[in-house]
């Protein structure tokens, strides 16, 4: 295997999951994630990893769309944090605020607060968007 994010991350869930793939499958899995960010990739196996510790059962090993969904909940924490983290001291009630225009009409608008957490979030990364599940009715034999 090469040594990107993906194979460590293989490496390490083949190791936790005593299981082993063959070239082939390590080559799904590349494809499968490749436009993955690579600094979630291992916290993501790490968030699979707890997952299993806390009793989820993968066979034999977590799937590729597993592995994705993980990925994005690493995202989502980490956009929230750097969203609560522009937050940090906000006094405004539901973020906003009242001022009034040049012709003293009063208008609400959103908080400075709200809107520095709002750029945070999104230098923090932009979500990752994940395929639609099929329910197991929905499947053709």
Not at 15 to 38: G, K, M, N, S
Not at 88 to 106: A, I, K, L, R, T
Request: hydrophobic residues 40%; charged residues 25%.
């Amino acid at each position: 295997m090469a040594n990107g994010p993906i194979e460590a991350g293989l490496a390490l869930l083949m190791a936790t999951f005593r299981a082993e793939l063959d070239t082939y499958q390590v080559r799904a899995y590349q494809r499968a994630l490749q436009d993955l960010p690579a600094d979630v990739v291992l916290p993501a196996c790490d968030h699979l990893i707890d997952q299993a510790a806390a009793g989820r059962k993968f066979y034999p090993l977590p799937t590729a769309p597993e592995w994705k969904q993980a990925c994005a909940v690493i995202i989502d924490g980490k956009r929230q944090a750097a969203f609560r983290l522009g937050l940090g001291g906000c006094d405004h009630p539901s973020f906003m605020e009242s001022y009034q225009d040049e012709n003293g009409v009063e208008w609400t608008r959103r908080c400075q607060c709200y809107l520095r957490g709002k750029q945070l979030m999104a230098a923090a990364g932009k979500p990752l968007a994940l395929p639609a599940l099929m329910l197991e009715e929905d499947r053709t034999p």
